[in-house]
């Protein structure tokens, strides 16, 4: 393994770290309580280290919703294609929506009512963006749905 691999091993691994704490933090005290200072000590880097990650709080708060759009995305998936038709889909694609809001209250808030730097609805929206509400839109798609007899 190359020192470069390595390297690029162990920032993916401090970020990861980063946005985890953030996302724990936020989910026991409030966005309001995530400040680069305390993730720093929580990570125990100093705040130059979370700096060279991120260029501070709000691009944090963006990989965090990013990571959150990928979680919202599995479990949309998951109730979309373990449902037996599309009627049923789109009730429990609702459900999951709603059961994922219930029980992460401050990674939906960073996702949906905070103002994060992140492209919605563009071609340049990250993956996890885009899947997310491909879930969505794949549930309420008209050709999904059959008409009633």
Partial sequence: ????????????????LIVTAARELAEAEGWEAVTTRRLAERVEYSQPVLYSHFTGKD???????????????????AARTAAPDARRAIAAVSAAYMAFADRHP????????????????TPEAPPALQAAFGELAEAVRPSRRRPRR
């Fill in 1 to 16: 393994m190359s020192i470069q691999s390595r390297r690029e091993r162990e920032r993916a691994e401090r970020e990861k």
């Fill in 59 to 77: 691009a944090i708060m963006a990989a965090v919703a990013v990571e959150g759009c990928a979680d919202l995305a599995v479990e949309l998936r």
């Fill in 106 to 121: 401050a990674l939906y808030d960073v996702m949906f009512s905070q103002i994060v730097p992140l492209p919605f609805a």
